[in-house]
């Protein structure tokens, strides 16, 4: 396991390289050995950051069953765009709640896009440091702020 930071608009993010795949994004510095892939990965989230990148090319850890169909339909989301949870609850075929759950269990914030999800009557949560005035930062960087009126 390979770990690297970057400090970010957000404060400093951690990213953690298990067996050649993007596994975690955490909210605080760790020290680590870094990696190339770790390398490539924050090149390409200061490159979000600095909106330059919309689209991650990275080979992430989406994880099994239920939780893996949440994150790839997360993925799926455009820069820019946000679904509601409930949307997403028709698309795979489970109760909103069940996807409320499993966005805010997404390891992988940012890289897969949590963010961009709301609930039916508001933003809904955010499990990163700053809550949800993080989540209206990622979603102003992106251009979606005139979606959330």
């Given at each position: 396991?390979?770990?690297?930071?970057?400090?970010?608009?957000l404060?400093?993010?951690?990213?953690?390289?298990?067996?050649?795949?993007?596994?975690?994004?955490?909210?605080?510095?760790?020290?680590?050995?870094?990696?190339?892939?770790?390398?490539?990965?924050?090149?390409?989230?200061?490159?979000?950051?600095?909106?330059?990148?919309?689209?991650?090319?990275?080979?992430?850890?989406?994880?099994s069953?239920?939780?893996?169909?949440?994150?790839?339909?997360?993925?799926?989301?455009?820069?820019?765009?946000?679904?509601?949870?409930?949307?997403?609850?028709?698309?795979?075929?489970?109760?909103?709640?069940?996807?409320?759950?499993?966005?805010?269990?997404?390891?992988?914030?940012?890289?897969?896009?949590?963010?961009?999800?709301?609930?039916?009557?508001g933003?809904?949560?955010?499990?990163?440091?700053?809550?949800?005035?993080?989540?209206?930062?990622?979603?102003?960087?992106?251009?979606?702020?005139?979606?959330?009126?």
């Amino acid at each position: 396991m390979n770990r690297a930071s970057l400090i970010t608009p957000l404060g400093p993010v951690t990213l953690t390289e298990t067996a050649g795949m993007i596994t975690a994004l955490d909210w605080h510095a760790s020290p680590g050995a870094g990696s190339p892939l770790l390398t490539e990965a924050l090149r390409q989230l200061q490159a979000y950051f600095d909106r330059r990148l919309t689209r991650f090319d990275l080979p992430l850890d989406f994880g099994s069953g239920f939780q893996a169909q949440v994150r790839h339909a997360m993925t799926a989301i455009p820069y820019g765009e946000t679904r509601r949870y409930g949307d997403l609850a028709r698309e795979i075929g489970v109760p909103a709640q069940a996807i409320g759950q499993a966005c805010g269990a997404n390891p992988l914030p940012i890289l897969i896009p949590c963010h961009r999800v709301l609930a039916a009557n508001g933003l809904g949560g955010f499990s990163a440091k700053g809550g949800v005035e993080s989540k209206v930062f990622l979603l102003k960087l992106e251009g979606a702020v005139s979606l959330l009126i």
